[in-house]
Each structure stands twice: as structure tokens, then as C-alpha cells.
């Protein structure tokens, strides 16, 4: 089965790339590289890079049909987001029209699309189900509940995977989170305890058990299965609702997340306390009942000490 994964030079596009191919998939990278690396896109996959706003990239990409596209590619920092959302609006919003354009005339259909926990904003009531409000605190959130907005009156056939926090790496692959600037907390909480670095923890005021935000964390091997199911529920048409949650239902302070880096690392953290960040709810958690009972997901690897261990076991990888 032919597949094209838009963004497979990124963290989770690469991993998902190579768990497919592991899975038996045909997978076709595209990728302009601007914010992914070379080195992580799979060897056994073809390569076209370029940029998806590009209509002639788009035309090259779309000139044979794909059994399934998994558009990861797109800007992730919600902080970035609210500094320029005239980029992310273009970028975000703009290549999953173009993907969607090159899908329609080139026969392809199944796509599975990247949406984010950052459409829910405050939802108040914890866990997030999903049917809780959406009201995204960034233009980042609000590119990706536009996306999902218009693929449900597309005729393409589509679902929306609601990722919660991508965390953990597949150290024995050479893969794992490489983001420039990096500005999720694992990695950087790592990279803290390794290089004796000050760690700014934003936010320590929050209505929370220690009055830091609390994140829901998944595997990235967990979020490459769901992939794979979400792909088969589109192939046999059982197609029962647009959108998905995907995360454990169980929260982590961000404290907590010190902890286990300093636990697994033998080394203790520097902590600045900053204000609050623009854009951060103060609790996001997944309801992930429906993934679950629709196409029987269950997340293996997403244990906080798995996730922490493998992205520590990267990083020392990464920096050699
Ligand atoms: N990392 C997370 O925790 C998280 C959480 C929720 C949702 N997501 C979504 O998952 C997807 C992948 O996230 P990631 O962490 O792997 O990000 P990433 O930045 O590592 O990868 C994104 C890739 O997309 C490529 N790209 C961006 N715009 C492009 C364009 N116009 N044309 C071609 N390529 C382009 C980049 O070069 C990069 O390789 C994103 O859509 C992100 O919003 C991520």
C-alpha cells in the first residue's frame, strides 16, 4: 500500500515513516526540510523535497495516486504562533489545501491529518473529551481546528488525530525529537540536567496539585500505531466520527517531568521560575475512550519513565 507522508523529515513524521515501512508500507516522503532533517528520513522511503506551498512541488508529489496520506508537515511552536501567526495561518492552513488540491486530482484518498490538544484551550472539565469546547489559545490551535474544519465538507475521506504532548524517541534508530529551537519540555529538561544548564519552568502559579501545567505525554511509537489504524479505518470505510484524541488520560505536572529527568539522569536540575506563557492552558489531558473503543488503541510504550528513559537514551545519542 502506497502511502505519502508530508513533513517525514520531522520527529514524528520520521518515526511513523519507519514503523510503516516496518509495517509493510510503501511510504513516499515529502519534506522541504526547512525545520527536519535529511538524516531522518527513512533510506527505504523515496524522498521529494519541497516546499508543500510550492503548487509545483505539489504537481511533482500528486503526480501518481496514494492508497493514504499522513500530513504531519507544518510549524508546531505555539509561542511562534502567537509572535507570527501570519505564518503559521499560511503554512498550517495553506499546504493542507494544497495537499488536499494534489489529492483530489491526482485520485488519492485516506488522509490522515495532524490536528493538536492546542484547538481545547482551557476546556475546564479534565479528562478532554472530544466534544469539549474547542477555544484555541494560538493562531498554532486555531490553524489546526481550521484544518479539521475543512476537511469535514471535503469528499476525501479524513480523519483528525487530537495528538496530546509527542514525547519519547526510538534511540536504537538514530531517532528522536530534534526541533531547532527545541521548546518542549523533556528534551529540554534533559538537556539541562546533562549540561548543568538553568531550566525555566513557566508558570508555577497554575490551579494545579503543584501550580505547574500538567500535559498528557504519548509515545511516538503509540501515535505511529494509531497512524496505522486510523489508515485502516479509512481504507474499509468504517469512518465513524472526524476527529480523535490521542494521549494515555493520564497527567504529569511539569515538577513531575523534573523529576523523572533528574531520576533517570542522576542529575539535578537547575530551576528558574518564569511567568506564565502566553497560550498555555493549565491542564490538558486526553479522554481516550473513543480511540480506544473504535479502533482499539491501547498505548504501550507511553509509561513517563519509558518516554523519559528512550528520549535520555537520544539525547546522549544525538550529541554523542
Ligand atoms: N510534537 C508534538 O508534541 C505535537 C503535538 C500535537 C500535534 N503535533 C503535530 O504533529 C505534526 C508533526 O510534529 P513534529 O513534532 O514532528 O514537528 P517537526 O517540526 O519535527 O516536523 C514537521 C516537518 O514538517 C516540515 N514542513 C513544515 N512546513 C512544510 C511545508 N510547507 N512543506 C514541506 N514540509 C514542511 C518541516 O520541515 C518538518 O520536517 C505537526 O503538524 C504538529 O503540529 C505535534
Redesign the pocket.
Known amino acids: 500500500m502506497k502511502i505519502l507522508i508530508?513533513?517525514g523529515?520531522?520527529?514524528?513524521?520520521s518515526i511513523a515513516a519507519k514503523y510503516l515501512i516496518d509495517s509493510g508500507y510503501e511510504i513516499t516522503v515529502?519534506?522541504?526540510?526547512?525545520?527536519?532533517n535529511e538524516w531522518a528520513v527513512d533510506p527505504r522511503a523515496e524522498f521529494l523535497k519541497?516546499?508543500?506551498?510550492d503548487k509545483k512541488f505539489i504537481g511533482k508529489v500528486f503526480s501518481r495516486s496514494f492508497d493514504g496520506v499522513i500530513h504531519?508537515?507544518?510549524?508546531?511552536s505555539t509561542g511562534e504562533s502567537i509572535e507570527k501567526p501570519e505564518l503559521y495561518y499560511k503554512?498550517n492552513i495553506g499546504?493542507a489545501m494544497n495537499v488536499l488540491e494534489g489529492m483530489a486530482s491526482s485520485g488519492s484518498d485516506n488522509l490522515v491529518f495532524?490536528?493538536?490538544?492546542?484547538i481545547y484551550g482551557d476546556a475546564g472539565i479534565m479528562p478532554i473529551s472530544e466534544n469539549s469546547k474547542c477555544s484555541p489559545p494560538s493562531p498554532y490551535g486555531e490553524t489546526?481546528l481550521t484544518v479539521e474544519k475543512i476537511l469535514k465538507r471535503q469528499k476525501i475521506k479524513s480523519i483528525s488525530l487530537r495528538?496530546f504532548?509527542?514525547a519519547g524517541a526510538m534511540p536504537d534508530t538514530g531517532l528522536g525529537e530534534a526541533?531547532l529551537p527545541e521548546t518542549?519540555i523533556i528534551p529540554l529538561a534533559i538537556e539541562s540536567a546533562v549540561k548543568g544548564k538553568e531550566f525555566s519552568l513557566f508558570g508555577t502559579d497554575y490551579p494545579t496539585i503543584d501550580g505547574t501545567c500538567v500535559r498528557d505525554y504519548i509515545h511516538v511509537l503509540d501515535l505511529a500505531e494509531a497512524h496505522i489504524l486510523a489508515l485502516k479505518a479509512l481504507r474499509e470505510n468504517k469512518i465513524f466520527f472526524p476527529a480523535y484524541n490521542v494521549g494515555t488520560g493520564k497527567g504529569y505536572s511539569n515538577k513531575e517531568i523534573i523529576l523523572m529527568v533528574e531520576k533517570i539522569s542522576g542529575k539535578k536540575i537547575k530551576i528558574k521560575k518564569q511567568e506564565r506563557r502566553k497560550g498555555d492552558a493549565a491542564i490538558l489531558v486526553a479522554d481516550n475512550a473513543l480511540i480506544k473503543k473504535t479502533f482499539g488503541f491501547e498505548p504501550k510504550h507511553s509509561d513517563l519513565k519509558i518516554i523519559v528513559q528512550t528520549a535520555y537514551n537520544w539525547y546522549l545519542k544525538k550529541i554523542g
Open positions: 508530508t513533513g523529515a520531522g520527529y514524528i513524521g515529502a519534506d522541504s526540510l526547512e525545520r527536519g519541497g516546499d508543500l506551498l504531519f508537515a507544518g510549524y508546531i503554512n499546504s495532524s490536528s493538536s490538544a492546542g489546526k495528538y504532548n509527542a526541533h518542549h
